[in-house]
């Protein structure tokens, strides 16, 4: 592993496919261009809309979304992660799977994960979400990526940050970075979502990188922003606000040692 600049990129995605590709596509660019070699991409990028609208897409939009990360891994020569889009699932027409995709340089997916925790709340804004009404549950651990040059890339997707033992499984795993892609909610990223990415960050000693969704997506649905870059001492590294744009910091395997030896805790621990 070598020290290098991840990018967290933050976006107000719509329910429109072709344009959220297109702003994905200009904000890679303005990562690469800050020198970033390891770039994020939030949940729901290329898509947000209604949920039926989406289910009634998922074909398109998983198809054309596997296509995207592709091509842009090759063209800049990038490991991407994809946060978050609609998968079908075969035997269920009604329903896709919240799915994370990793791509190397080469065009090669090497990571999927399909989001194992539902957003089914009723938070006090009076907005209602039902995830699971259109979204099937994946049912496994998230995958650890070994990259000799990137460190071992654990993944993740929005909700699960609320449940630190999916976390603990990665780190288990020999876990350097922690990927949390999100459309977090306005009402509830303002109390808890810098929190969250801190004590995910300081409680596995890894680096967090949480690429964002940010603003009015349609009707009343409202994300919170603050696509952060996090290290494993729990500091703010890169916090992208409240606007599109890119969160770009360095992650240093020198920081990363000297941390883990300052705070052995993952050594301490008596419950497994």
């Given at each position: 592993m070598k020290s290098y600049l991840a990018a967290a990129i933050q976006m107000t995605s719509k329910p429109d496919l072709g344009k959220n590709l297109v702003e994905a596509e200009e904000l890679i660019d303005l990562a690469v261009r800050q020198g970033a070699e390891l770039v994020s991409l939030p949940e729901n990028f290329s898509f947000l809309g209604k949920e039926v609208d989406k289910?009634?897409?998922?074909?398109?939009?998983?198809?054309e979304t596997d296509l995207f990360l592709r091509k842009m891994a090759q063209r800049f020569q990038i490991t991407i992660l994809g946060g978050g889009f609609p998968v079908p699932v075969a035997d269920n027409p009604e329903k896709a799977y919240n799915t994370a995709v990793?791509?190397?340089?080469?065009?090669?997916?090497?990571?999927?994960?399909q989001k194992v925790h539902l957003f089914d709340v009723d938070v006090p804004d009076g907005n209602t979400y039902q995830e699971s009404s259109t979204v099937m549950a994946g049912k496994n651990v998230p995958p650890i990526y070994n990259s000799d040059t990137l460190g071992k890339l654990g993944l993740s997707i929005c909700y699960d940050v609320r449940f630190p033992e999916l976390y603990r499984q990665l780190s288990q795993q020999g876990a350097d970075v922690l990927f949390i892609p999100a459309a977090f909610t306005a009402f509830t990223g303002k109390d808890?979502?810098?929190?969250?990415?801190?004590?995910?960050?300081?409680?596995?000693t890894c680096y967090v990188i949480a690429p964002a969704q940010t603003g009015n997506h349609y009707e009343r649905r409202y994300t919170h922003g603050h696509a952060m870059i996090i290290d494993p001492w729990g500091a703010i590294l890169a916090d992208a606000g409240n606007a599109p744009g890119v969160a770009v910091a360095e992650i240093n395997p020198n920081r990363l040692k000297q941390v883990r030896q300052q705070m052995p805790s993952l050594q301490h621990r008596v419950f497994v």
């Open positions: 289910v009634a897409q998922a074909k398109k939009i998983a198809a990793l791509v190397t340089p080469d065009g090669q997916e090497v990571a999927r994960y808890h979502w810098k929190v969250l990415l801190q004590a995910r960050a300081i409680e596995n």
